[in-house]
């Protein structure tokens, strides 16, 4: 399968989605900001091993917001999945067609089908 980047700073969140995306078979990081996934990801490419798919929250602590890591994302990682959750509306092209934005509160169902939508369109 997968492998899946969670980035949630709500921890029961993030919890939920990792237990969720494993049993579809997945591999799962989790990191609770914005920043510990750029650093993941930049650790991860040292060591040959890339992210399948990112899921990450739109709002949380640090230096970068979710709106800001997609933009990263897209820039140096064209070709990576992306789900965006949030509580919040979403103005219209805020992301791109091939980030998919998932809104909370989302069932288990939601989220799995959400990845492998991001997974099969790239």
Do not use: C, W, Y
């Not at 980047?5 to 494993?22: F, P, Y």
């Not at 914005?34 to 650790?43: G, K």
């Amino acid at each position: 399968m997968a492998i899946v980047l969670i980035v949630d700073d709500n921890e029961l969140v993030r919890g939920l989605s990792v237990l969720v995306l494993r049993q579809q078979g997945h591999d799962v990081i989790d990191v609770e900001s914005a920043d510990d996934a750029l650093t993941t990801l930049a650790r991860r490419d040292e060591g040959g091993e890339g992210v399948d798919a990112v899921v990450t929250d739109l709002t949380m602590p640090g230096s970068l917001d979710g709106t800001e890591l997609v933009a990263r994302l897209r820039a140096e990682r064209p070709g990576i999945g992306i789900v965006v959750t949030t509580g919040h509306a979403v103005e219209p092209g805020t992301f791109d067609d091939r980030v998919m934005v998932l809104s909370k509160p989302f069932g288990v169902d939601d989220l799995a089908r959400a990845v492998t939508d991001v997974l099969t369109s790239r």
